[in-house]
């Protein structure tokens, strides 16, 4: 299947710093991603859908001046914790929307990257 | 409101003994019922999507079926190494997001 990468897979930084997570389509162009967090024992939460060349559209209650998403290419969109406190520590997970016709398969695919585990000191 | 609840939370299963995994949904306009499989630590693996009440699929020891309600996972003759989270999650409307159920704990012993 289709891969999608994150960089970096884990970072711990300190209270007030900022950190940026990098979602990348490896092998395939992807126009729509979307950004989650996911805090343990619990289930995926959508936090925005990034959309290539244009604004990110986040999700009610999901501060879109601290969670900074720039979708600048067609395989790379990222994700930048500002001023990160230890209650932004969770893991965060990638994915880009793949079409079923448009990569050739029968069916409409969500892949997903291996997520980022940030812990804030 | 676009829903999904998945049952159970947790389910232990001795090796070689099947059984079906839940997905209950409530939406306006079915757009795709995804599964995934998450391994602990790591993001969620694609296993099927579906359309359409009366759909099927399979893949190894896993086959998928979809109601106008609900969707099972039914696993047949688990191995240890079916040990996972599983996954439900729902598209509908206009856009492509995701939304996901709390997911089944399915924990396979020897």
């Known amino acids: 299947g289709a891969v999608v990468s994150q960089h970096p897979s884990r970072v711990i930084c300190k209270s007030g710093t900022s950190v940026k997570i990098e979602c990348r389509s490896l092998?395939?162009?992807?126009?729509?991603m979307f950004w989650y967090r996911q805090f343990p024992k619990q289930s995926l939460m959508l936090m925005a859908t990034?959309?290539?060349?244009?604004?990110?559209?986040?999700e009610q209650g999901v501060e879109k001046d601290k969670f900074l998403i720039n979708h600048a290419s067609l395989t790379l969109s990222t994700l930048t914790v500002t001023s990160a406190h230890p209650e932004d520590s969770s893991f965060y997970i990638c994915?880009?929307?793949?079409?079923?016709?448009?990569?050739?398969?029968?069916?409409?695919?969500?892949?997903f990257g291996p997520g980022t585990r940030l812990t804030v000191l | 409101e676009d829903q999904v609840t998945q049952s159970p939370e947790a389910l232990r299963l001795q090796e070689g003994e099947s059984s079906s995994l839940n997905c209950s949904y409530t939406v306006s306009g079915l757009r795709g019922l995804f599964w995934y499989r998450q391994d602990p630590g790591k993001g969620p693996e694609f296993l099927f999507t579906l359309y359409s009440a009366g759909e099927e699929k399979e893949k190894e020891r896993l086959k998928a079926t979809l109601t106008k309600k609900e969707s099972f996972l039914h696993i047949t003759a688990p191995k240890p190494e079916d040990s996972a989270t599983y996954l439900c999650a729902l598209r509908g409307g206009a856009t492509n997001k995701l939304i996901f159920g709390t997911g089944t704990l399915l924990a396979v012993q020897p």
């Open positions: 994915s880009a929307f793949l079409p079923g016709l448009a990569g050739g398969l029968s069916s409409d695919t969500q892949y």
């Open positions: 092998d395939f162009q992807a126009t729509t």
């Open positions: 990034s959309n290539e060349g244009s604004k990110a559209t986040y």
